[in-house]
Each structure stands twice: as structure tokens, then as C-alpha cells.
Nanobody, 117 residues
Framework: QVQLVESGGGLVQPGGSLRLSCAAS????????IGWFRQAPGKEREEVSC????????AYADSVKCRFTISRNNAKHTVYLQRHSLKPEDTAVYYC??????????WGQGTQVTVSS
């Protein structure tokens, strides 16, 4: 059974940093591209970052460039999202997604991040 478990969320002050983790089980992580998505109240889910399966190519949404860094440790079956200079608008539930063409697509349950003073 495939499981993706996010952790590391919580309450952080504006300007602070937080690292999210996505631990995978039941699949060979390096076969999958991994994306981090977020969904704020009343808004649609958006992709903030992704990392490819084979060569580690990364991409970021404009809203998080230069503040977020995605990385993966296939040996630990974990993908990370390091976030700096957090803003109140970064408040959302953060989800990780594992995708392998053509049909394999898995989601975690999400972790809440609240940026507030």
C-alpha cells in the first residue's frame, strides 16, 4: 500500500523558516516525480514546487521562488520543502504528490502551515 505522509507543519511567525517532509512508503521513490501543492481556505489547490524523478530538475511557482527549496533523499524515501521568509499568504494546507506516467498518482493527507504573528 502506497503512503505519503507529510510532516513539519505548524505555526510560524512572518519571516520565519520551516521545513516540510514527505515520507513515502510502498513505492520506489526515485521512479516518481514529486510535487508540493498547497491549498488556502477558499482557494484552489496550487502547485508550488516539483522535482523530477531521474535527474532532480526542480521548478517553482513565481510566488515562492528564491524562498522555497525542494530536495529529495531517495535513500530515506523522503522529499523536503525548505521554506524561508514565510509570509501570511503562505498559510495553507501543504500536500505532497507522487506522480509516474501514465497512471500512477498518489497524495498525502496534508499538513497545516499557519504564518501569523
Amino acid at each position: 500500500q502506497v503512503q505519503l505522509v507529510e510532516s513539519g507543519g505548524g505555526l510560524v511567525q512572518p519571516g520565519g523558516s520551516l521545513r516540510l517532509s514527505c515520507a513515502a512508503s510502498g513505492l520506489t521513490l526515485d521512479d516518481y516525480a514529486i510535487g508540493w501543492f498547497r491549498q488556502a481556505p477558499g482557494k484552489e489547490r496550487e502547485e508550488v514546487s516539483c522535482i523530477s524523478s531521474s535527474d532532480g530538475i526542480t521548478a517553482y511557482a513565481d510566488s515562492v521562488k528564491c524562498r522555497f527549496t525542494i530536495s529529495r533523499n531517495n535513500a530515506k524515501h523522503t522529499v523536503y520543502l525548505q521554506r524561508h521568509s514565510l509570509k501570511p499568504e503562505d498559510t495553507a494546507v501543504y500536500y505532497c504528490n507522487a506522480n509516474r506516467e501514465p497512471t500512477w498518482d498518489y497524495w498525502g493527507q496534508g499538513t497545516q502551515v499557519t504564518v501569523s504573528s
